[in-house]
């Protein structure tokens, strides 16, 4: 499945709000430096979705990104 995130580095807290099926605004603390926000993306819907298949297929450098999570 591939959703897309809306990612918002540099948040007070972590957390993942669905707005539909395929779209979700996802709050990390980390910030945008050297692939942090991305980790700590892939970690926090690695929990929410149960699943350590998890991996931006692209906007790897963009707030929007397109996830696949298997």
């Known amino acids: 499945m591939r959703i897309n995130v809306k ?3 540099d948040s007070n807290e972590n957390k ?3 707005i539909d099926d395929l779209n979700f605004v996802v709050s990390v603390k980390d910030p945008p430096v050297e692939g942090r ?3 700590a993306i892939i970690k926090l819907l690695s929990e ?3 699943t ?3 991996r931006i297929v692209s906007g790897r ?3 929007n990104k397109i ?3 298997n």
């Open 16 to 18: 993942v709000e669905k």
């Open 37 to 39: 926000a991305n980790r």
């Open 61 to 63: 450098i963009s707030r």
């Open 7 to 9: 990612a918002k580095p």
């Open 52 to 54: 350590p298949n998890v």
């Open 48 to 50: 929410y979705f149960h």
């Open 67 to 69: 996830v696949e999570i």
